[in-house]
């Protein structure tokens, strides 16, 4: 069978795999506002499984945002489980036609994002270090609002259109603008 028969047979099960478009979601309530959620402080727990579903790592995040003009700045600061650190800033502007342009340093290109109803949806290119190499990564970042300080995230990671996994996280709004970080050795 030719290479290119077999790729016109598996067109219609990526099909099938793709997830809805974020408009899917319009009617969904409370209405998702994205700078209104993350600035001030935000915490978040989280976990990566691999295809076969083993959790392989797992992670607090405090989140400080902060609108800077017309732009919203995240500084994101990770505990792993296994001890290791991690910053990350995102620069975030929304455009004219509502969707979000995003950049960090370890973001390859730009980040781009739309929200409809109480989900948001982010896709973007991420350099991961790996046993001291640098893989990029595409991320299918999926996130639904449930209340007002309750957010649920689950991002696919693929490279080369294979699943390698799925990230899954938690995230919490601080009330009254607590910017006091928290103890991060919840997951010792």
């Not at 959790?55 to 003009?69: A, L, P, Q, S």
């Not at 979000?100 to 109480?118: F, I, K, L, M, P």
């Not at 990564?137 to 996994?165: C, Y």
Request: glycine share 10%; net charge negative.
């Amino acid at each position: 069978m030719s290479r290119r028969l077999l790729c016109l047979l598996a067109l219609p099960l990526c099909a099938a795999c793709s997830a809805p478009p974020v408009q899917h979601y319009a009617a969904g309530r409370p209405r998702f506002d994205l700078a209104a959620y993350f600035t001030g402080t935000v915490d978040a727990w989280g976990m990566f499984q691999q295809r076969d579903g083993e959790v392989v790592k797992r992670f607090t995040v405090v989140i400080e945002g902060r609108r800077e003009r017309d732009t919203l700045v995240l500084d994101e600061r990770f505990a792993y489980s296994d001890g290791t650190t991690q910053q990350r800033v995102w620069t975030l502007v929304q455009a004219a036609d509502g969707r979000w342009h995003g950049t960090a340093d370890d973001v390859v290109g730009e980040a781009v994002g739309e929200s409809a109803g109480n989900a948001f949806n982010w896709r973007y290119t991420l350099r991961l270090p790996v046993g001291g190499r640098s893989y990029e990564v595409a991320f299918d970042d999926w996130m639904f609002q449930m209340d007002d300080e309750t957010l649920l995230n689950r991002a696919r990671m693929s490279k080369f259109g294979i699943d390698l996994g799925e990230v899954t996280l938690f995230f919490r709004k601080r009330a009254g603008g607590d910017h006091a970080r928290r103890d991060e050795s919840a997951l010792s």
